[in-house]
């Protein structure tokens, strides 16, 4: 495992669902990140969070909400997702906020039907 | 000006071949690239990394070239095997904190 646990690794769910994907890291880091990865799309970035302070919202829909309770665990709670939401979600994290030296979860596949 | 893009898409090469993909960037105030290299199932996992004042980094098979002036850096595979059919990513970042952008990715195929 790289460090970095995410799960589910995979989720489907209806447009009225409300679900919730989590990541966690006890790798020290102080940074964490949420990405979605669409095909033949370049990487994402949605969210920020440095020591547990949120210090990017990428113009993310309110659809799509994070939290990161301290600097290990880190949410994305989604509700009324949309079909084209349909991707692989990675979560990653990095010790300094320059944001250097990510390690990535393996994801969690996410189908919106 | 954040963009980076990376090419090609895809690529397929002989076992034993070099394959070569490219990322240009826009931005100068970056001074951070690394590669990724992402396996089917995986997340994508740091390969080696580069900083504007090398032109060349080394790590074992894995080379990436960077030529400051034309704002460009490829990465290189010497003697390529099946196992490193994967997708590799280009990314840059900057001392704007916590951030990275990404290529499109390029899906390497290596025949045996």
């Known amino acids: 495992e790289t460090g970095v646990t995410q799960t589910p690794r995979h989720l489907v769910m209806g447009m009225t669902n409300k679900k919730s994907l989590k990541c966690e890291q006890h790798?020290?880091?102080?940074?964490m990140y949420w990405y979605k990865q669409s095909a033949k799309k370049p990487l994402e970035l949605m969210f920020v969070?440095?020591?547990?302070?949120?210090?990017e919202n990428n113009s993310v829909p309110s659809r799509f909400s994070p939290e990161c309770p301290n600097s290990s665990h880190l949410f994305l709670h989604l509700h009324t997702l949309q079909p084209e939401d349909s991707a692989l979600y990675l979560c990653?994290?990095?010790?300094?906020?320059?944001?250097?030296?990510?390690?990535f979860g393996s994801g969690t596949r996410l189908t919106v039907v | 000006q954040q963009q980076v893009k990376q090419s090609p898409q895809s690529l397929i090469v002989q076992k034993g071949g070099i394959p070569i993909i490219n990322c240009a960037y826009e931005?100068?105030?970056?001074?951070?690239f690394p590669w990724y290299q992402q396996f089917p199932g995986k997340g994508p996992a740091l390969l080696i990394a580069?900083?504007?004042?090398?032109s060349e980094k080394k790590e074992g098979r894995f080379t990436i070239s960077f030529n400051k002036s034309a704002k460009q850096f490829s990465l290189h595979i010497m003697d390529s095997q099946p196992g490193d059919s994967a997708t590799y990513f280009c990314?840059?970042?900057?001392?704007?904190?916590?951030?990275?952008?990404f290529g499109q990715g390029t899906i390497l195929t290596v025949h045996p």
């Open positions: 990653a994290s990095s010790q300094d906020p320059l944001g250097r030296r990510y390690t």
């Open positions: 790798l020290g880091h102080n940074a």
């Open positions: 969070y440095n020591f547990k302070e949120q210090t």
């Open positions: 931005n100068t105030a970056f001074d951070y």
């Open positions: 580069i900083r504007p004042d090398v």
């Open positions: 990314a840059a970042g900057g001392t704007s904190y916590g951030k990275l952008t």
